[in-house]
């Protein structure tokens, strides 16, 4: 089984909707070490995206969906979250310039995203960021997709390891973004990047179910 153009229409859907409902979440985590726009944010740019793509005549790849996704959280999303979440759909998007996405594939976008990520935010793991549950996931994808699984396995081991890594930004010291300015104080909160990222990658593997 492979991930077609009619996933990745689900997956920015259920992305919409998985970020409306989470809004809250997102804006009383960013409170807590950032700005408190996180949600606030996400959720405007992501409603503009389901519209965007709800309304795009026939795209014959899924990276023209993504590279979609990509523009449109640039133009919508405001602070850092717009730079990031649109470098990552861009580079996702240039990888995966077909109709059909197998397990490699799935793997190969994800790798992108993490790649443009880490060029963008300049971050490692361990820094609490969102790299520090799309590391995880990209490792878990590259396991999956070497084991043999199908893309939707590849992509819900990858999601699962994307939430292990969002909990495991709780204990962290922020060294980068706003979260750093609190040193210490930045400790005992999880990250809302790693978890807006870890809601993402559950929406494309729900999506693939």
């Known amino acids: 089984m492979t991930l077609d153009v009619e996933w990745a229409r689900r997956w920015v859907a259920l992305a ?3 970020i409306t409902e989470a809004k809250d979440e997102l804006v009383e985590l960013d409170r ?6 996180h ?6 740019g992501f409603a503009a995206v389901a519209a965007k793509i709800e309304g795009m005549d026939r795209p014959a790849t899924v990276g023209e969906i ?14 850092a979250s717009g730079p990031l979440y649109g470098t990552a759909f ?21 790798e992108g995203a ?15 960021t969102m790299v520090d549950a799309w590391a995880p996931a990209v490792e878990a994808a590259v396991r999956s997709a070497g084991a043999g699984d199908e893309p939707a396995a590849v992509l819900r081991a990858a999601a699962d390891a994307a939430a ?12 980068k973004g706003r979260a750093s300015y609190l040193g210490e104080r930045s400790a005992g909160h999880m990250d809302p990047g790693a978890r807006s990222s870890a809601i993402l990658l559950d929406a494309a593997a729900r999506a693939a179910a």
Do not use: W
Not at 115 to 128: C, F, H, N, Q, W
């Open 66 to 79: 993504l590279t979609t996704v990509a523009t449109t959280l640039m133009s919508s999303v405001g602070g």
């Open 90 to 110: 861009l580079r996702a998007g240039k990888v995966s310039g077909l109709a059909e996405l197998g397990p490699d594939a799935v793997v190969a976008l994800l």
């Open 114 to 128: 993490l790649e443009g990520i880490t060029s963008r935010g300049r971050a490692g793991v361990g820094e609490k």
């Open 39 to 44: 949600g606030v944010n996400l959720d405007r």
């Open 32 to 37: 807590e070490i950032g700005d408190g726009d």
């Open 16 to 18: 919409a909707q998985a």
């Open 164 to 175: 292990d890594g969002a909990r495991s930004t709780i204990p962290l010291v922020a060294s």
